[in-house]
C-alpha cells in the first residue's frame, strides 16, 4: 500500500501564498508522476499540475504563471507553492502519485494513490 499524506492548506487573502507539500510513503519501488488536483464545490475534480520524476512539468491553464510544482525524489515528496491566490483558487487540493511498488508477498504492482484532502481558501 501507499499513503499520501498532505499539508499546508489554510486561509489567506486575496494576493497571498502558500504551500502545499505531499509525503508518499509505502513499499514504493518509484514515482513515476506526482500531481496536485482540486475540487471546489459544486464542481468537478481538475487536474492542476502535474510532475515526472525527470523533473517535466504540467500546469492548467487557470494556473500557470502562479503555480509552481516541485519534487524531491529522495523524499517521495511533492510540492505545490501557490501565489497570487484568487477567490477562485479555493477548493480542496488532492495530492496524487503514480508508480510501481513491491508487496512484502506478491510481486511488483503497479499504483495510484490520492491523498485525503486538503482545504484552501482564499478570501478577505
Known amino acids: 500500500q501507499v499513503q499520501l499524506v498532505e499539508s499546508g492548506g489554510g486561509l489567506v487573502q486575496p494576493g497571498g501564498s502558500l504551500r502545499l507539500s505531499c509525503a508518499a510513503s509505502g513499499n514504493i519501488i518509484t514515482i513515476l508522476t506526482m500531481g496536485w488536483y482540486r475540487q471546489a464545490p459544486g464542481k468537478q475534480r481538475e487536474l492542476v499540475a502535474t510532475?515526472?520524476?525527470?523533473?517535466?512539468?504540467n500546469y492548467a491553464d487557470s494556473v500557470k504563471r502562479r503555480f509552481t510544482i516541485s519534487r524531491d525524489n529522495a523524499k517521495n515528496t511533492v510540492y505545490l507553492q501557490m501565489s497570487s491566490l484568487k477567490p477562485e483558487d479555493t477548493a480542496v487540493y488532492y495530492c496524487n502519485a503514480e508508480g510501481f511498488l513491491q508487496p512484502a508477498t506478491a510481486p511488483s504492482r503497479n499504483f495510484r494513490a490520492w491523498g485525503q484532502g486538503t482545504q484552501v481558501t482564499v478570501s478577505s
Open positions: 510532475i515526472i520524476s525527470g523533473g517535466s512539468t
